[in-house]
């Protein structure tokens, strides 16, 4: 099959195999540079960023021969910002929807409050794992980084402490509560991550913080 790596030909890579190991195991990974990480990948013209993240559905994915591979790279900086940049405007978009949720659960629509809710956390799932990675990526501790005077770990248990407090009042069916630690709790939680990460990209990308922090 061919690859090409940033519009380069580069030798052909001649093996049969799953998606998943010919990028993760096999000969791909010596063409792509030094420094430098998958930003999109296209097979015989067609996009599968997808099978980066999703394993089951890469190794299920099989290339032949006669097979043409396109991979973009970008830079370890460009990842962290462009994670930093996704996680952001998930947040924002969270607070907006978590007001909703409020005012559905104040106006008796508990059930769709909840549902809607429900979708919302799946998204915080992502937004931990991508922190994760951002931690694992730059080598860094969450409970050495100071923001507002607290550490970052600090903030995450602050945040699994709301979200055990709104989903226990779920449980119990006391709407009243349950409205008011995410509007009056998890709300300004969110708010402070969003400080956080914007202070974060602005340490990565070396200039000053402005604020101090």
């Known amino acids: 099959m061919k690859l090409y790596v940033d519009g380069n ?37 067609t996009g599968y960023d997808d099978l980066m993240l999703n394993a089951d559905k890469s190794k299920a994915f099989k290339l032949g021969i006669s097979d ?38 104040r106006w008796g629509n508990s059930s769709g409050g909840f549902k809607n809710f429900s979708e ?19 080598k860094i501790d969450y409970n050495n980084i100071v923001y507002g005077g607290k550490s970052v770990q600090s903030y995450f248990n602050d945040l699994e402490k709301i979200l055990s407090s709104v989903l226990s009042a779920q449980v119990e069916q006391d709407y009243v509560l349950m409205a008011d630690a995410v509007e009056f709790e998890l709300k300004p939680n969110i708010d402070i991550w969003e400080n956080i990460l914007k202070d974060m990209k602005t340490k990565i990308n070396g200039a000053p913080d402005s604020e101090g922090k």
């Open 68 to 105: 043409e591979i396109k991979i973009d790279t970008m830079s370890q900086l460009e990842l962290l910002n462009g994670s930093i940049d996704a996680v952001i405007v998930f947040l924002t978009e969270f607070k907006a929807g978590i007001v909703k949720v409020t005012d559905e659960i």
């Open 120 to 138: 919302y956390l799946k998204g915080l799932t992502t937004f931990v794992q991508i922190m994760e990675k951002i931690s694992e990526f730059l």
């Open 9 to 45: 030909l580069t030798d052909s890579v001649s093996n049969e195999s799953s998606m998943h190991d010919i990028l993760f195991k096999g000969d791909i990974k010596r063409f792509i540079p030094e420094g430098r990480v998958i930003k999109s990948i296209f097979i015989n013209g």
